[in-house]
């Protein structure tokens, strides 16, 4: 499983990439052809905040060279409503067969856009 820590900001958009290995010893990267995958950003206290998943808000990446990464979209949508905290967050990966698996997992800092104004054009 990837260790992966992240920071956004409020009102910003960012997408966040991430090498997909099996749980295996050693991890092998995994081809995630035919897979679903799904991640989840949440607060221990306030539960899931947002909820991404293929094809629609998770990219699988180099298909064709079956490199194992993928990118999640995180719109400034999504951010503009966030309370400043930090949030944990993970991915599914759910094989065409077989069983699924938590693949990442980390947390994600969210600061405040409190300020930022004053750069704005």
């Not at 950003?41 to 808000?57: E, N, Q, R």
């Not at 979209?73 to 967050?89: E, F, G, Q």
């Amino acid at each position: 499983m990837t260790l992966q820590n992240e920071t956004l900001r409020q009102g910003e958009s960012q997408t966040i990439t991430v090498t997909v290995y099996s749980n295996d010893t050693p991890p092998e990267i995994i081809n995630l052809t035919g897979a679903t995958l799904k991640w989840e950003m949440w607060h221990p206290l306030t539960g899931a905040v947002l909820t991404k998943i293929t094809p629609v808000d998770i990219e699988i990446l180099d298909q064709n060279d079956f490199e194992g990464k993928c990118a999640v979209t995180i719109t400034k949508t999504d951010t503009s409503a966030l309370i400043p905290l930090t949030y944990w967050h993970a991915l599914l990966y759910v094989p065409f067969v077989g069983d699924s698996d938590v693949v990442m997992e980390g947390y994600i800092i969210v600061k405040s856009s409190r300020g930022l104004e004053v750069f704005e054009e």
